[in-house]
């Protein structure tokens, strides 16, 4: 596996409070996504990042901010969860956008549960 | 709007049997097309991209301009290649990083 890593792996939480959830990686690569995957739905984008404070909106970034202030951490924070927020969110990678650099890694998700 | 279709929630053969996991997506311009795949209790990871032309575990995937259809075919489906399998164009937004996936078919190969 590419060196991803989803932190928590599992979290439940209550409406209305702040979550932030992280995803590190050790390739050195520019670009990282953040998807929820839900059923129905396949994996939507919801923000992605090609560098360091840089970031842009996917299809489904309301309710949702990011941020990326060193090349291996991109943070997903949800400043207030609703329970339509609960879905299994993961983290990918890319080292670019043509070619075999075009190919997104992924990290191993994280369940969140929103009560 | 961009989209993608992959119209099978869920497609059962038996082992030996050909398999075809349809994808079909409406996009402007010459997308970047990807399958990834998920095994059970393992991470999403690409399975093929039309561009590279190549076979990976005896799955190939024609792109069909005038269709605009990217289907995935394996002649003798194994048990192994039991999985989620998503269809993937790039190119939301006008970026070719930014893929918009199906909603994915559960492909279960009975022995």
């Known amino acids: 596996d590419a060196g991803i890593t989803q932190s928590p792996r599992h979290k439940v939480t209550e409406t209305g409070t702040p979550v932030t959830l992280r995803c590190h990686q050790t390739?050195?690569?520019?670009?990282m996504y953040w998807y929820r995957q839900d059923p129905g739905h396949g994996l939507r984008l919801i923000h992605y990042s090609y560098g360091v404070k840089d970031t842009d909106k996917g299809e489904v970034s309301d309710g949702y901010s990011v941020s990326r202030s060193k090349t291996e951490d991109f943070l997903l924070t949800l400043e207030s969860a609703t329970s339509s927020q609960t879905s299994v969110y993961f983290c990918?990678?890319?080292?670019?956008?043509?070619?075999?650099?075009?190919?997104?890694?992924f990290g191993a998700g994280t369940r969140l549960s929103v009560l | 709007a961009q989209r993608v279709t992959q119209p099978e929630k869920l497609l059962s053969v038996f082992k030996g049997a050909p398999v075809e996991l349809k994808c079909n997506y409406s996009y402007s311009g010459s997308p970047e097309l990807f399958w990834y795949v998920q095994y059970s209790r393992q991470r999403l990871q690409l399975l093929l991209r039309?561009?590279s032309r190549e076979s990976i575990k005896g799955f190939t995937a024609d792109l069909n301009k005038g269709e605009t259809s990217f289907h995935l075919k394996k002649p003798f489906a194994q048990e192994e290649d039991s999985a989620m399998y998503y269809c993937?164009?790039?190119?939301?937004?006008?970026?070719?990083?930014?893929?918009?996936f199906g909603t994915g078919t559960l492909l279960a190969v009975q022995p």
């Open positions: 993937a164009p790039g190119g939301y937004g006008g970026a070719t990083n930014k893929l918009i």
């Open positions: 039309h561009i």
């Open positions: 390739e050195n690569h520019r670009y």
């Open positions: 990918a990678i890319s080292e670019g956008t043509q070619g075999a650099k075009n190919i997104q890694y």
